[in-house]
Structures are given as C-alpha cells and as structure tokens.
C-alpha cells in the first residue's frame, strides 16, 4: 500500500505537532530555487521547512527526492487550477476559513510561537499568510476534484483493499470518543470596572503628553501589537471583530476612543491614520485574567451542570448546547473531531496531559471532573465526557470500515490522479536543480 502525504495539509500540520518551536532547528534558511513547474517555484529553504514538518507531524518518506516528487504533484496541479476557467475559490470563504483556522490555532499555541513559526509579527500578517496558504489549498482540492470526479469504492472495493494491504495496514492504538462542555470564568462587573478604570487613567496620561506607543508595550496584553507599540497598519473593514471596527474605523485622527469591550477583553483604540478604506490604529488591550473567586463560580456551575446531567434533567448534548462557549461542538452535542483525521477517534496517549488525567479510571458513559484548561488564549474551565473506548487492535473490516473505506478511496483517487499527471506532464514546463539531478522520480520532472 503505497500512498502519499498531502504537502498542503502538512503545511497545517506543524500547528498540531507538540514540538513547537521546531522552526529555529533546521539551520540557515537557503533561497535557492531547486525546482519550477509551470509558473510555480519551489525553494530550497520551502523543502527544507517543510520536510521538517512532514517529519514532526509524523510522515514517512525515504529521502528528499521523494519529498520534492509530492511537492511537484502539488505544484502541477496548482499551476495547472489557475489557468483553468471551472476551477474558483471564494474570497469571503476561505477569509472564513482563515479567520475558523486562526482561531484554533490560538487555542493550541500562543500568538507569539505562531509568529515564530509564520516568520511575522502580527496577527494581521499571520492572517494573510494564512490567506495564500488556505487559497492555494482550495484551488487544489477544487482541481483535484474535477480530476476525481466520479472515484468511489464500493463495499466489494474495500474488502479486496483490505485482503491486498493486510500486512502493511497499521495497528490501531487505543483510541477514545469524547465530547466536552468548557465555559469562560465570568468576569464579575467589579472586576470588569477595575480594567475600565485602569484604562481611563492610561487614556488620560496619554492626553496629558505620553506616549501611546510607549504605554502599548508597558500594558497590552496583545502579543501581536505590544511590541509595535499597539500599532496595526493598513487594516480594512472587517479584519478584526465588529465591536473594535465600529469604533476603530469612526475616529478622527489622534482621538483616543473610551474603553471599548470585545471578547478578547478591554481596550482603548487610537485612529493613528486614515489611508483612503484603509486606516493605521493603534490600541491597548487588557484581557481579563479571572480572580480564585471567579474560577471558583465557574467551577461551582460546572459541577451543577455535571450533577444535572448525572440526574437525567439533562443531556450531555443539551447541556453543551446550552452553556458550551465552544462554537464549534456546541451544535453536535461537544463531540470533538480530530483535526488531522477528521474522524472522532483520539489515540488517547497523544491527548493533552490535563485530558489524559481528567480520563484517568472513567469508564464509557463516564463524565470527568471539572478541570482547568486553555481555549482561545483564555482560561477555561471544562468537562470531558469519554463516549467510547476502542481497545487497541489491528485494523479490520468489522470494526474500521469507515477508516478503510478513506483507505481505498485515497489510493483509488491517488490512481486517477497519477494518470493525469502522466497525461499532462509533457505538456508542462519543469525545471529541476542540479541537487535533484539524480533523484530517482515516481514521474519523468527531468523529461529524461
């Protein structure tokens, strides 16, 4: 069973390794151009970046070569999804894709490992990073698409997959379904007004000759700005949240806004200038940090939660749809998809140490105590519900037929793939480095 890595999806991959500061180890960054296809290039320093990638996400692959051969199959089909009329993405899809993925991402790392691993310094620079990534994506999943039309496999498919690829297919680990209810501290209106307060005093010594910039990197809580001295350049309608455009976009030039809330916290916000659509803004962001007193109210409510539950007042997915602040589960009942299988199975050795021990002695049905936990940057407070448990096994057709049926479709789809390229590559300008002369390549890129 011989079947590829997406080069794409491993690009996302590197935010889900737990390694995170793997972008500082692979040496000094090379910008030669090893490889062209049709109007596509590819860097020595992305090969190398992303092999890395590849290996930490836990990709096998042999060598180099092989790793370039699947980037050139991306590449061509990239090249090949701009130039042709049936292939569009749309902008506002995927800045909602961007703007879904971001927000994951800043409930797994910190703003700052992301910017070191992006090379940038802001969050709107991570974003349009992100931009060209997720589009690139699209319009080769569009164009694959239409090169896969029609590929399905029938039960009688997976069935000879699985007699064929029986000894390479993989042991299954222990995996685990879950579902979780995590809501925020709520912040009491005292608390609230303290920060109010503490910006007022900062608007006002900034009006009494300080400096904006200056107080920035003394008091905002925002990694992405701080060190700017609060400062977003070039920024339109629409790349931040609703509340700060509404105030940030009606400002004069120099005027200071009163503190304004949104869900990241408390901020004050200075129009630095006005460039036609486009502003320069300035702000300072308080986040909230939750008091012993306003973890102990969410936990107390939790705990209720947890016990109504338990009484059968309510479900587990009435109970998430009604308090989880997770938007993403809340509407299917809490239940948790694993971003790099989409399927809702979790190898339960590879969960987060706080769900491994939340875990620990419950049993199917089971509901764990109420635990701290990050989400979006913020404190949480969280309960882990564990919906299955899959003993660990080799893969069979009894109890992995949706895993193997995903098998069969991909090497089905990678087939049909493949004769495309065949197909269309003498028909596609490529130029590959003299470092990649001698690879031995799954297809002809040196046209020998």
């Known amino acids: 069973m011989k079947m590829k890595f997406n080069v794409n999806k491993i690009i996302f991959a590197l935010l889900f390794v737990s390694q995170l500061g793997f972008a500082q ?13 049709g109007n596509e290039i590819i860097l020595q320093s992305d090969i190398d970046r992303d092999f890395e990638i590849a290996k930490q996400s836990g990709q096998s692959f042999p060598d180099k070569c092989s790793f370039l051969n699947n980037i050139l199959v991306q590449k061509m089909v990239l090249n090949q999804a701009k130039n042709d009329t049936l292939v569009s993405v749309s902008d506002d899809r995927i800045k909602a894709r961007v703007n879904g993925i971001l927000e994951d991402f800043r409930s797994r790392a910190t703003d700052e490992q992301l910017f070191q691993m992006y090379g940038v310094k802001t969050i709107p620079e991570l974003q349009n990073e992100l931009e060209i990534i997720v589009k690139e994506n699209a319009l080769i999943e569009s164009k694959k698409g239409l090169i896969e039309d029609g590929v399905d496999a029938s039960p009688e498919d997976v069935k000879n997959f699985f007699e064929k690829n029986k000894s390479e297919l993989p042991r299954i680990n222990e995996e685990v379904e879950l579902a979780h209810i995590i809501i925020y501290p709520e912040i009491t209106e005292e608390h609230k007004q303290q920060i109010i307060d503490s910006l007022q005093q900062i608007k006002k010594e900034i009006e009494q000759g300080g400096s904006f910039a200056t107080k920035a990197k003394l008091f905002s809580d925002d990694p992405g700005s701080a060190n700017e001295g609060g400062l977003y350049k070039n920024i339109r309608r629409g790349k931040f949240v609703p509340e700060f455009d509404a105030v940030a976009f009606n400002l004069e030039e120099g005027q200071i806004s009163d503190p304004v809330e949104t869900e990241f916290g408390f901020h004050i916000i200075q129009l630095d200038k006005r460039l036609g659509q486009a502003i320069d803004v300035r702000h300072i962001l308080i986040t909230p940090k939750p008091t012993e007193a306003e973890i102990a109210a969410a936990k107390e409510k939790l705990n209720k939660i947890k016990e109504d539950i338990k009484l059968g007042k309510l479900t587990f997915k009435e109970a998430a749809y009604q308090n989880s602040v997770d938007k993403y589960t809340r509407f299917n009942g809490g239940v948790l998809t694993n971003p790099q299988t989409g399927e809702d199975r ?8 706080n769900q491994i021990y939340a875990l620990a002695g419950l049993k199917k049905g089971d509901i764990s105590d109420v635990f701290e936990s990050d989400y979006r940057n913020k404190k949480v407070l969280s309960i882990l519900q564990l919906k299955d448990v899959i003993p660990a096994h080799q893969i069979d057709l009894s109890t992995d037929y949706t895993r193997l049926k995903n098998y069969t479709l991909q090497q089905k789809k990678q087939e049909k793939l493949y004769k495309w390229i065949r197909e269309n590559l003498d028909k596609t300008y490529v130029k590959i480095g003299k470092d990649y002369q001698n690879c031995n390549f799954d297809f002809n890129w040196l046209k020998k």
């Open 25 to 37: 180890s692979s040496g000094t960054k090379i910008d030669g151009v090893e490889a062209v296809i």
């Open 346 to 353: 979790f190898e339960r050795s590879g969960l987060p140490y």
